[in-house]
Nanobody
Framework: QVQLVESGGGLVQPGGSLRLSCAAS????????MGWFRQAPGKEREFVAA????????YNVDSVKGRFTISRDDAKNTVHLQMNGLNPEDTAVYYC?????????????????WGQGTQVTVSS
């Protein structure tokens, strides 16, 4: 079993930055592909970014390219999402997900392990 705990959400002004973290625990935490998804009010959960177990493959949704960066620290079994240039459209609950795959997935239905979510609000 894998447990995921997100942190780092909060309220930020437009143009600001936040760094989300997702700490993974469990027997195979270091061999997991990890993803970030978000769900805005009244909308479906959408893919944001994903990274392979070794950090060699990274995917980002077009709307965050150049602004968000996913990375992992295997020594701490933690994945980060550095978010810069935030705008109100980025307001959502952000979820960390994990799966035992070599190639990271962009489809939420291919992830079996999820964190509880962390709220990100971008507002002036």
């Amino acid at each position: 079993q894998v447990q995921l705990v997100e942190s780092g959400g909060g309220l930020v002004q437009p143009g600001g930055s936040l760094r989300l973290s997702c700490a993974a625990s469990g027997r195979t935490a270091s061999s997991l592909s990890m993803g970030w998804f978000r769900q805005a009010p009244g909308k479906e959960r959408e893919f944001v970014a994903a990274i392979s177990w070794n950090g060699g493959t990274i995917y980002n949704v077009d709307s965050v390219k150049g602004r968000f960066t996913i990375s992992r620290d295997d020594a701490k079994n933690t994945v980060h999402l550095q978010m810069n240039g935030l705008n109100p459209e980025d307001t959502a609950v952000y979820y960390c997900a994990a799966e035992r795959t070599i190639v990271p997935k962009t489809d939420q239905y291919e992830y079996n392990f999820w964190g509880q979510g962390t709220q990100v609000t971008v507002s002036s």
